[in-house]
């Protein structure tokens, strides 16, 4: 069974479209995140959700909005697309606790604009 | 700002070889440094390290943290081809447990 699942895999749109990732786990754990991986592999968080409360917030434009309806669940809507949206959204969770603890990645959404 | 730095950006070796990565940080208040291997899809954890001195191995990896020159090294011995992938170094740093800063990764490539 996945842990972290998102859909969809792909996603080809143009500039001006709205579009939403969806993201699910089925591992307990309390918090939830969005990072976003350039070209260059690089991997930045975009936000992160602790039992459906919003906790990190990275400088992201407001064009996207995450949504947590519960624990299990955080969605990601993007409005009015750009072309530097293109990359791969990876969503995550993790069981807080003191040290951290290792992040569970779902298989990515492409996400490409045109 | 917390940084994480990983060295070198790219490696190409042949089957049987050891590699040794670099991860390097700068941090406020360090709490756990992590590994992770990516190949053409999600990155799969492979260590958490939190204290000095103390080897982590898995097999033919094995990573140690050294908190007082702020650095990590993460070894495979006798490379296979399968190892080909991005390794990432992250970090939870400050108060918040939440927030995994990761370093941009070392793309190893194994030859036959």
């Known amino acids: 069974d996945t842990a972290v699942s998102q859909t969809p895999k792909y996603l080809v749109t143009q500039m001006g479209n709205d579009k939403s990732i969806k993201c699910e786990q089925n591992?307990?754990?309390?918090?939830m995140y969005w990072y976003k991986q350039d070209s260059k592999k690089f991997l930045k968080i975009m936000f992160s959700?602790?039992?459906?409360?919003?906790?990190i917030n990275e400088t992201v434009p407001n064009r996207f909005s995450p949504k947590s309806p519960d624990k299990a669940h955080l969605n990601l809507h993007i409005n009015s697309l750009e072309l530097g949206d293109s990359a791969v959204y990876f969503c995550a969770s993790s069981q807080a606790g003191t040290g951290g603890s290792p992040l569970h990645f779902g298989n990515g959404t492409r996400l490409t604009v045109t | 700002e917390d940084k994480v730095v990983q060295s070198p950006l790219s490696l190409v070796v042949h089957e049987g070889d050891t590699v040794t990565l670099n991860c390097s940080y700068e941090?406020?208040?360090?709490?756990?440094l992590l590994w992770y291997k990516q190949e053409k899809k999600a990155p799969t954890f492979l260590f958490m390290l939190t204290s000095s001195g103390i080897e982590k191995k898995s097999g033919r990896l094995s990573s140690i943290l050294d908190k007082k020159e702020l650095f990590s090294i993460l070894n495979i011995t006798a490379t296979q081809t399968g190892d080909s992938a991005v390794y990432l170094c992250a970090l939870y740093s400050g108060g918040s447990n939440y927030k995994l800063t990761f370093g941009k990764g070392t793309l190893l490539t194994v030859n036959p």
């Open positions: 591992l307990g754990h309390d918090t």
């Open positions: 941090v406020t208040n360090f709490r756990s």
């Open positions: 959700y602790n039992n459906k409360e919003l906790i």
